[in-house]
């Protein structure tokens, strides 16, 4: 984890203060809030002139999220912080609700004032028991403090404040799972439309933003949408959390300027490659998207530059493979993951996951064939768009991505 360089929004050290209400308002915690509730209605566009981005996979513009709940007539109203983040290779939201639950907390009483939402959620994964102490704390510190109040004179009726642990299951993540989970059901998704700002927790518009998007926000209110952007690089706006893992010498959490790039990621902050070996690959944002391999280590590490090379910035996880690792393997393990967290309600979801599965295993164990290639072919056409989530997309988008690239590697472990 780097920490205190001068662009560093989330991992100032000054601010992992912990559920220390009191040190947290000492460091300039709450002014963000206290800027918000001077000027309710110009938040909106604060969040639009930061170019704020949804950092829990697609990378959504938040006002855009928010506009339709903001304008939704008053009644209940939900604001509801993702973090369950159960993805392999994610590790950034568990330490922002460890260590800087205040500021999470902050940003969305920030989004309750831009909506008039009068139920804030914080949804966290219980097998992060340390994050979710230090979340029930600092809710009951919050519970004590003038600007809650203030929220709810501005709303005119009291505001709830609840953590709510969610299943720990990696489906729970799912933005209509988690209104499921918080309406008391089991964390199943649902098809879209309505969507959650039209219809969420029990009918209510619902706003589920995860919880380092909603951790921004204290910032861009404090200091300006303008100082915000200006974090960024080559045009991207602001700063991210970057989970680094795989085969590189200093794996961690980085937060680092929006547009920095994968050769800088790896190379400077990560220290290079394990054991000098050579670069391979990357997944990236979670392994559900195209892998980036050696041609793209230049690609700036934004939503836009990143899509361009027909990937993903998703969550900004970046799992590095090496040179003499299998990408057969990892996928075949990836996939695995993505079946045994398919919820089951969608046939082929289930069904197609564990076909996938199955078929890597065999390859990566020696016991393919070439009609086994022929098979996740078919499958990667006949699977997309079949779940009522992005779970088989992404699981297929994996699989697709390494056959276009390592087509060779999945040739060589065949039988014959
Ligand atoms: C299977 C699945 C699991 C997901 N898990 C998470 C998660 O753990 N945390 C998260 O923030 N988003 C997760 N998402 C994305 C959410 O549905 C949603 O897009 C996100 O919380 C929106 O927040 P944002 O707009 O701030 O990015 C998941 C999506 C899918 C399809």
Redesign the pocket.
Known sequence: MTTNKPNQVLLRQDVLVGADLAAWLSRGGGEGLAQALRDPGAVMAQVEQADL????????P?HR?WSPVAAAPDGDKYV?C??????PG?FK?RFLLEHTPHQVIEGALIAAVATRANHVVLYV?PHEARALAAMREAVSQWQQHAQLKAIEALLGRPLSLVVVP?SGL?????????IATVEGGFPF?RRKPPFPAQSGVHGAPTI???????AHLPGILRHGADWYRGLGLGGAAGTKLYSLSGDVLRPGLYELPMGTSLQELVFEHGGGMLQGKEFKAVFTGGP?NTLLTRADLDVPLDFDSVRQRRSRLG?GAMIVVSEGTSIVRKVAEYVSF?AQ?SCGQCPPCKGGTFQLARVLNRIDTGRGVQSDLVSLANLCQLLPGSGR???I??AVTVVESSLHHFHHEYEALLMG
């Open positions: 981005r949804g950092m829990g996979g697609a990378g959504f938040t999220k509801i993702n973090g369950n983040e159960d993805e994610t939201d994964n969610s990696y489906i729970g993540g799912e933005e209509t799972a988690v998704p589920v933003n995860n919880t380092e998007t909603l559900s969550t993505f967290g989530c992005g779970l997309d992404g």
